[in-house]
């Protein structure tokens, strides 16, 4: 399987396990959700408007933003 296939499908995965409401992001469970998912390194950065977050698992990196004010995944 291709690394962007990879990434798309952890991202659709990631996407329905996380909640709806994105406006009260709680970073530190945020990462424990991303940890229980076997990821070995988890970042999270909250900001005023969104939240980054960069995780590796088998030696693959994946970015993803999440948008408070949208209330989705910005990317």
Do not use: S, W
């Amino acid at each position: 399987m291709k690394l962007r296939t990879k990434l798309l499908c952890y991202t659709a995965a990631i996407a329905l396990t996380t909640g709806a409401a994105f406006a009260a992001i709680d970073g530190n469970a945020l990462a424990d959700d991303y940890l229980a998912q076997g990821y070995t390194f988890v970042e999270v950065k909250v900001g005023p408007t969104q939240t980054k977050v960069e995780a590796i698992r088998d030696g693959q990196k994946l970015e993803v933003v999440y948008n408070h004010q949208a209330g989705n995944r910005a990317g």
